[in-house]
């Protein structure tokens, strides 16, 4: 919970306000019974219709200030836990998004999904309670069980014996509860996880027919996380009854010993009744203790995980050029003799791994072994290869989203660990496999907040082969495109996209498999503006036809992570039967 503190820690001054005004209510509330006890004990026996009016006015006045009190509290509850917890998302979403490949792999895109939503309504839920309820209830519990005691001692131990006892039960209740809570979250990122592979693989889950078997597998995850919630709901809900039997055997011995004292003059008939008001006061604050318990419960689960992601280290922060890798090589951009694993574990897990709460990870596969390769300035380089050779993997150490085991890779002579994210990034115009269009005007997923004017716009539209279909909406580039793009076909989203990429000028293009939904024509014509028109643009392209590199300047042969062939298409037609084979075939068909 320290993480959650520093966040309050700036509003402790509005926190304090609230709660002593809280504090001021349950006080206020406490004196309700008292009041009533004078009222039936000492005032009505004196006949004086005056005084009753008077002492019913007060009770009046501390009924209106409570209620009063109570509003301006729970606003100011409500005020602080709104702006903390839009700081810690702000900060978690920042932190999501800089975390590099390899952290991003670890964490899992479901768990921080899970994090940001249901960790922080943990988180925004305690905030608010903890100020309102965690005063209340400790002060009717104890202020109940004090004031008592001033009224009638032999009546009030019956509550002396049975506080600690339920006090003692919620906090070992409360205690069990934190880890149960941990597993429930683990189980809403394995639902988060089955939802965003539907959500996203929907075309392909109603084309082959497999909305029962998805159906099968949410249904699993669902009853397993219904399953761990029922559990933690079961552990913590247990003082709630145990407390409210003790109290009501505590009340009923109370109406009875009471009624005897009343009867043998002992006690007056206004404390047995104020007293009874005070076992509800008392209830309902051990009940609220209980309350908080278990909020805390979750949100110590929560604030847990949501610290592991923002207190997560910058990783790929930028080396000292005295510590770099250096080359002798003149070319622009130079591979050296790299090799590239992925990590040992991925913390995105599998639903056997859920069910156990445990993840073993996976086996440290070697993705590239020993890549050389140079580029020149201005030059193009294709990268063909079966599916999983490392293609994209090049790109992602280009673009330093992991570094390298071993060996180093330069841009303008640099070792790309001695570049800033932004200014290393800034070089690079970049379309991925499987790249996003949002949810937002062609013309905003074309600039995405980049200072680009109506000119250059429409020049990376055109040169993208994007233009045509554009401007052919009535509305044009304000034209919306929906989630994912799905109101566009493949093939125009490839080439918005491709737009977005061509539009800030970028000194290295890269297009990964960006060209596999466009026909023939359109690939050409696209290759021929980018040549053209983007002359000192030093391009990289990933491609499974030969038709889309066979014109660059050089080409590589990927097979499982290794080079087997380099040069020009014509070079590459001699010397590599791998590619000479993928020719024929594609080109035969």
């Known amino acids: ?81 709104k702006n903390s917890i839009y700081e810690i998302r702000r900060d978690l979403f920042w ?16 768990s921080l999904n899970s994090r940001m939503t249901s960790d922080s309504y943990n988180l925004q839920s305690f905030i608010q309670s903890s100020q309102t309820m965690g005063i209340r209830a400790p002060i009717l519990l104890l202020g109940g069980i004090f004031i008592t005691l001033t009224m009638d001692v032999g009546l009030a131990s019956i509550l002396c014996i049975m506080a600690p006892i339920l006090i003692t039960a919620v906090v070992f209740v409360s205690m069990k509860g934190i880890p149960l809570y941990d597993r429930v979250q683990k189980s809403v990122d394995n639902i988060v996880r089955i939802m965003r592979e539907n959500i996203t693989g929907i075309r392909v889950v109603k084309a082959l027919s497999k909305e029962d078997y ?80 278990m909020l805390m419960s979750k949100a110590n689960a929560s604030a847990n995980r949501i610290a592991g992601v923002v207190n997560t280290a910058d990783e790929l922060l930028p080396i000292p050029a ?12 130079v591979f050296d003799r790299v090799t590239f694993s992925y990590g040992k574990s991925l ?33 193009s380089l294709g990268i063909i290869g079966a599916t999983g050779c490392g293609k994209t993997t090049i790109i992602n150490l280009l673009m330093r989203f992991y570094d390298a085991d071993e060996g180093a890779v330069f841009i303008d002579g640099r070792d790309v660990r001695t570049y800033d994210k932004d200014e290393l990034h800034r070089l690079f115009g970049v379309v991925f496999q499987n790249d996003v269009i949002f949810a937002d005007s062609l013309k905003e997923n074309i600039s995405f907040g980049r200072d680009v004017s109506r000119e250059e716009l429409r020049s990376a539209a055109g040169d993208a082969m994007a233009k045509e279909f554009i401007e052919s909406y009535e509305d044009t580039y304000d ?43 359109t690939d050409a014509a696209l290759r021929k503006a980018i040549r053209e028109k983007h002359a000192d643009t030093t391009t990289i392209i990933i491609a499974q036809r030969v038709s889309s590199i066979m014109g660059l300047d050089d080409i590589i042969m990927l097979d499982e992570g290794r080079i087997i062939g380099h040069g020009t298409h014509e070079e590459l037609l001699e010397s590599c039967e791998v590619y000479r084979e993928i020719y024929k075939t594609q080109m035969s068909a």
């Open 1 to 81: 919970m320290k993480f959650l503190f520093g966040y309050l820690k700036k509003y402790r001054f509005i926190m304090a306000f609230g709660m002593a005004v809280k504090l001021s209510a349950a006080v206020a509330e406490l004196m309700l019974p008292y009041v009533l006890e004078h009222l039936v004990d000492d005032v009505a026996p004196q006949q004086n219709a005056g005084l009753v009016l008077m002492w019913g006015a007060v009770m009046l006045m501390l009924v209106v200030y409570v209620r009063q009190a109570n509003v301006k509290a729970n606003r100011t509850a409500v005020k602080v836990a």
């Open 95 to 110: 932190k999501s998004v800089n975390l590099s490949g390899g952290q991003l792999d670890e964490f899992g895109l479901p």
């Open 214 to 293: 998805e159906m099968r597998r949410f249904q699993e995850a669902n009853e397993e996380m219904a399953a761990r919630d029922i559990k933690a709901g079961i552990v913590m809900a247990l003082p709630g009854p145990i407390m409210t039997f003790m109290l009501n055997i505590g009340l009923t011995i109370v109406v009875v010993v009471g009624a005897y004292r009343v009867n043998g003059g002992v006690t007056q008939p206004g404390v047995i009744l104020a007293f009874l008001t005070y076992f509800n006061m008392i209830l309902m604050g051990v009940m609220g203790l209980n309350r908080i318990f």
């Open 322 to 333: 005295e510590e770099a890798a250096v080359t002798q090589r003149e070319e622009y951009i």
């Open 347 to 379: 913390q995105e897990e599998t639903e056997e791994a859920a069910a156990q709460d445990k993840f073993d990870g996976l086996e440290r596969q070697k993705c590239l072994e020993e890549i050389s390769f140079a580029i020149k300035k201005g030059g």
């Open 479 to 521: 034209h919306r495109a929906v989630v994912r793009g799905a109101n566009l076909s493949g093939g125009q989203r490839q080439r918005v996209l491709i737009a977005r990429a061509l539009a800030a000028a970028p000194r290295i293009l890269v297009l990964d498999d960006s060209s596999s939904a466009l026909d023939y024509k």
